[in-house]
């Protein structure tokens, strides 16, 4: 059985094909990277899987069910998470708050019973904070759970964007480049910091990424996109290996992309 | 209806249209600029009706002296709103720009009132443009087909500046991208401050002839025009200048034939506008001319 | 948990302050000042219903004025005596059942809010998908619509006349007491776990969504819960004043309504209370700029229409100026206070006088 599978999917913005035929199939417990020069159209996928874009031809499957064109907070109810490239988090909310605010998506209480501070209500808050109080001690964030997001530095805002969106008990969860600006050292422990999360968690995680060392380390399996079209996929070494790649990251015969 | 009271309509809708489509391009060109609705455009148009009743009915100044001069002015008031309400808040949060915008309006509305006094005024205009011509069995004022003439004028003036100027290509790099232009060694404040002198001097020229084809003026007469022209902007795709334009005789015309076809609804003329806006928005919000944005993620 | 019990104790003085107080102001001060101090309690109630709109949600909503006409017209049309309502509506009869109802004021009040909460509803759906600046010139324009309906439907409304002789059963309980109402309600909202997806919504729409965050339900939810008490806040006012017109709901009383909530601090329900009394006040103070003021000696020509000037002003200045307001996005708390400046130089020189006067501690 497949979690994700994308089946022949394409994007045009205008005149702009920003992802063209595309299929991927994702597997329960992978880490699967994806890859590609800049403006290949790799955020165009996550944007999609998650509901902000309605390809423009072709479905999307999450377990089975077809969420192609689906409005965002559905998907994420149905199991997909994710991050995002310009950190996205909540800035002026304290990092309990940006955590608590994922576990609201579990709410069954109505407005009425909050406001009046109904029983029933009062039971589940206390659990979503103990919930997301225990995530921030497993991120290891919990000193900091009153800091204003915004003030966090940028490693821990990523940091924190990742428990935010496990928060939202994912069964996929997308990190859109999440090494983004990291020293090697850095780079090295979010590595591992992905990789015990997603046993931990029993995710399935589906990465953009830029630095080769977290992606090859760390995927089972890559996909390679340039100009909308995916030109490899394979093991790492597969793909390391492959001609097209090579001419893709060098660019032959192609001018420069910025 | 007979065909020449259709026409009389018509032309009443056109020259409204024309106002509508002066005033419209002030807030078009604004948005495209700095993303903000100009609250206060609509009251400068009234002050321009103001000048020109100051220089013509209390300083006897001849028409075709004070006109100019009232464009001058109402050009100069434009961007000294723009330098005290508009250029200390570049680096603010929108919402901060938007009250200022309030505020400013407000507050040229409330000195005219003690300035000027809250009653209205009659416009004195010139005969030349008031004197009425038979046309079949109708009679209309000369101005009714003056209004959409100087109108053209006006919109091939513009439509030279912006396309064979240097400052007009400054005025559209900035509109496409702010950063980038200034970059590119383009003075930012110059270039908005022109754009509002710019704007407003259009204002002034429908201030004019609105002063003439309505002639009474009092301090809040820009408010509703003014969010009418806003809407007109919007309906034809707000930052595009034709769509203001195109907006705005949508709106005229669309005005005069409600109020003559369904007399029954003359008193939700006012309503009009509104629900136009509401119905464009509902189905394209980018209006007619308008291209669609995607949000970058 | 030491101070807890020193601020519930704290809080319930405040309380019984303000009751005795009120229950003063009800029995022995003049009309004006009741009059004033009703106005005052009214717009803290208009002021933070907009804020949990513009300053907790993020949503900038030029409407309110719109809602208040409702539950003012509703208020009223509820409370009006049969007898009154015969004789005001001259042009064209009032619709029946509406000119046979009487109901009690509280009644009125809730239906009044009931009934803005459903026009915000209505207008919602549609408004609510539009962002940033064409969602205030749509939320503006609706206000402006439900003003020309109410001016052209006479056998409801009476039409451009207005309603004239509503009873005055506004006092002070009332008004002070639905204050407190809003106040407790909307500040137990935003503490909550809605109220937290409400300032996400605020922060990052986008990224409010993809943590399955319902945009349109939360804001829909933020915008009729903000009608509602804009609804209510409007019928306290028409029974206040006596007589109501459809030119008093114009984009001006919305406005105004915006300079309490950008003063107080957006994104502060006390500060809108603070901001609102403040605005009130100063509003009769600077009453005399509009007057001639005979100082014996000199006679200081007022000028009509100066009071507003130096509000407009004074609106441009704190956003040019003083952008967070009074209290930027944070509450009132006795902890603050009692830590401020202020106090604890107040506090010090309390000390250093009684160690003067040779009093042990």
Redesign the interface.
């Known amino acids: 059985m497949s979690l994700l599978k994308i089946q022949d999917v394409t994007m045009n913005f205008g005149g702009l094909t920003a992802l063209r035929n595309f299929h991927l199939e994702l597997a329960p417990g992978e880490i699967v990277g994806l890859i590609g020069p800049n403006g290949a159209g790799k955020t165009t996928v996550f944007n999609i899987i998650t509901g902000v874009y309605e390809p423009t031809h072709g479905r999307v499957f999450f377990l089975e069910r077809e969420i192609t064109g689906l409005r965002p907070d559905l998907i994420t109810k149905a199991g997909i998470a994710r991050t995002f490239q310009n950190i996205r988090l909540f800035k002026g909310l304290s990092v309990l708050e940006n955590v608590l605010v994922a576990n609201h998506l579990h709410l069954k209480a109505n407005y009425l019973a909050a406001v009046f501070k109904l029983p029933g209500y009062r039971r589940e808050e206390r659990r979503m904070r103990e919930k997301a109080l225990a995530l921030l001690e497993r991120v290891g964030l919990l000193e900091l759970r009153d800091e204003q997001a915004g003030a966090l530095p940028y490693g821990l805002q990523r940091r924190l964007e990742i428990a935010r969106a496990l928060a939202t008990e994912p069964k996929l969860l997308l990190l859109d480049e999440p090494a983004a600006g990291m020293n090697p050292k850095e780079a090295a422990d979010l590595t591992a910091f992905i990789k015990a999360i997603q046993a931990e968690f029993g995710l399935t995680v589906f990465l953009i990424e830029h630095h080769m060392d977290v992606v090859m380390n760390i995927s089972e399996r890559i996909y390679v996109l340039d100009y909308g079209m995916t030109i490899a996929s394979g093991k790492p070494a597969e793909v390391q290996n492959n001609q097209r790649v090579i001419e893709a990251y060098l660019g032959v015969n192609e001018d420069a992309e910025d | 209806m007979t065909l020449d009271l259709f026409l009389q309509h018509l032309s009443n809708g056109i020259s409204l249209g024309s106002l509508y489509a002066l005033i419209a391009i002030g807030y078009t060109m604004v948005?495209g600029i700095l993303?903000?609705?100009n609250f206060a455009h609509g009251d400068i148009f009234m002050m321009a009706t103001y000048f020109a009743f100051f220089g013509i009915a209390t300083f006897q100044i001849p028409w075709f002296i004070t006109f100019p001069l009232v464009l001058v002015l109402t050009a100069a008031l434009g961007m000294g709103v723009e330098a005290?309400?508009y250029r200390?808040?570049r680096d603010?949060?929108?919402?901060?720009l938007?009250?200022?915008a309030?505020?400013?309006s407000?507050?040229l509305?409330?000195?005219t009132?003690?300035l000027f006094g809250?009653v209205p005024k009659p416009f004195p205009a010139p005969k030349l443009f008031t004197d009425v011509v038979q046309v079949g069995t109708v009679a209309i004022q000369k101005l009714t087909f003056y209004i959409p003439v100087v109108t053209i004028l006006a919109l091939l003036g513009l439509g030279y500046l912006i396309n064979r100027t240097k400052t007009g290509m400054a005025m559209r790099a900035v509109s496409m991208d702010y950063e980038t232009a200034q970059v590119m060694g383009i003075n930012i404040n110059r270039t908005i401050a022109f754009t509002f002198g710019l704007g407003s001097l259009l204002a002034a020229v429908g201030g004019i002839m609105w002063g003439m084809k309505f002639p009474q003026i009092q301090p809040l007469m820009g408010?509703i025009p003014g969010?009418k022209c806003?809407?007109a902007a919007?309906i034809g795709g707000i930052g595009n200048i034709a769509g203001a334009v195109i907006g705005g005789f949508i709106l005229g015309i669309g005005e005069i034939m409600l109020v003559a076809f369904l007399p029954n609804l003359t008193?939700?003329r006012?309503?009009f506008?509104?629900?136009l806006?509401?119905l464009i928005?509902?189905s394209k919000?980018t209006g007619i001319l308008g291209?669609?944005t995607?949000?970058k993620? | 948990m030491e101070n807890k019990t020193r601020n519930w104790i704290l809080t319930t003085v405040a309380v019984l302050l303000l009751v005795g107080f009120l229950y003063f102001a009800d029995n022995y001060l003049d009309l004006y000042i009741v009059r004033i101090l009703n106005v005052c309690a009214i717009y803290a109630i208009l002021g933070m219903s907009m804020n949990l709109v513009n300053g907790f949600t993020g949503l900038f909503s030029l409407g309110h004025a719109g809602f208040m006409a409702v539950g003012a017209y509703t208020t009223a049309l509820l409370t009006m005596p049969p007898a009154v309502k015969k004789q005001i509506y001259y042009l064209a009869p009032l619709m029946k059942p509406l000119d046979q109802i009487n109901l009690a004021f509280p009644l009125a009040l809730f239906v009044a809010g009931l009934l803005a909460a459903v026009v915000g509803g209505l207008i919602a759906a549609p408004v609510l998908r539009l962002k940033g600046d064409y969602l205030a010139i749509a939320t503006l324009g609706f206000a402006e619509i439900i003003r020309v309906v109410f001016t052209n439907t006479q056998s409801i409304t009476n039409g451009a006349l207005g309603l004239k002789g509503i009873p005055a059963l506004t006092n002070l309980w009332w008004s002070f007491g639905t204050a407190a109402f809003t106040l407790v309600v909307l500040r137990s909202l935003i503490n909550s776990s809605y109220g937290r997806a409400l300032k996400a919504i605020r922060e990052d729409e986008i990224a409010a969504e993809s943590m399955g965050i319902n945009l349109a339900k939360h804001k829909t939810l933020s915008f009729v819960i903000g009608a509602f008490f804009a609804g209510v806040g409007g019928g306290l006012l028409g029974n206040l004043l006596g007589t109501i017109d459809p030119k008093m709901f114009s984009s001006m009383f919305t406005f105004n309504i915006l300079l309490i909530v950008v003063l107080g601090g957006m994104g502060s329900l006390t500060g809108s209370i603070i901001s609102a009394f403040i605005v009130t006040i100063a509003n009769e103070v600077l009453r005399f700029l509009d007057e001639s003021i005979n100082l014996g000696f000199v006679v200081i020509q007022g000028k009509v229409g100066m009071r507003s000037v130096v509000f407009s002003a004074l609106l441009m200045f704190v956003v040019l100026f003083y952008r967070h307001g009074l209290m930027g996005e944070t509450e009132f708390s006795w902890d603050r206070l009692l830590a401020s400046k202020i106090c604890r130089r107040t506090r010090a020189l309390f000390r250093k006088n009684l160690q003067q006067r040779g009093v042990d501690r």
């Open positions: 948005y993303r903000l609705i005290v309400a200390p808040l603010a949060p929108k919402i901060s938007l009250i200022s309030i505020g400013a407000f507050f509305e409330n000195l009132i003690v809250g408010v969010l806003f809407i919007v008193g939700y006012d309503a506008a509104f629900v806006l509401i928005l509902m919000p291209e669609k995607a949000e993620v």
